[in-house]
């Protein structure tokens, strides 16, 4: 059900990717399975080169995939490829764009423990509400994805590289949304 020029995307095969283009494929045209286009399977597998063709050939920077919503910078970000959301911040990708669950890539990179991604999109003006930042951080580590050492330092990063720095809001930081989760999941058993 993926166009041979999404397949092509996720392979890596740049000579492919011209061959089909240049012979009139649809840049835009995803898959009928779940919508993926051709620049979301190069931005999932890191395909760089494959990326920028497409993208020169006009390929949609915000194309969301059908089933999640995630857009190629949230899922380069949750596969930490850093050289491809380089890529896709310089061609104008939206660094607030949310997937179906409200997640902006800023919040995906940091439940994947993906901290140069983290910097990059902060970088880039990403805003971090800390509450839901909290909620991320504690989330991954519930599920294995980052250590406690990525914890503290994708908690610095986003406390304006200051462990107990404040963002915007009330002042508390992530790490303290974090700590209130776990009370609250110790006070529900």
Same mark, same amino acid.
């Given at each position: 059900s993926k166009t041979a020029l999404c397949h092509a995307a996720q392979e890596g095969r740049a000579h492919v990717v011209e061959w089909l283009i240049a012979r009139g494929a649809d840049v835009n045209k995803g898959s009928l399975e779940d *919508? @993926? @286009?051709?620049?979301?399977n190069a931005a999932m597998c890191g395909f760089v080169r494959c990326a920028h063709i497409l993208l020169q050939a006009g390929a949609r920077v915000d194309a969301k995939k059908r089933d999640s919503g995630n857009t190629p910078l949230a899922i380069a970000a949750q596969n930490g490829h850093l050289t491809m959301v380089s890529l896709l911040l310089a061609a104008g990708a939206d660094v607030e764009a949310t997937n179906n669950s409200q997640l902006a890539p800023l919040?995906?990179?940091l439940g994947m423990g993906r901290l140069d991604c983290v910097a990059a999109f902060l970088a880039a003006g990403a805003t971090c509400d800390n509450e839901m930042a909290g909620y991320v951080l504690a989330g991954a580590r519930e599920q294995g994805f980052s250590t406690e050492d990525q914890q503290l330092r994708a908690a610095s990063i986003v406390c304006g590289r200051k462990i107990g720095g404040m963002l915007r *809001?009330? *002042?508390e930081t992530a790490m303290y949304y974090d700590k209130m989760r776990s009370h609250e999941r110790v006070g529900e058993r």
């Open positions: *919508g @993926s @286009s051709p620049l979301w919040y995906i990179a *809001g009330r *002042g």
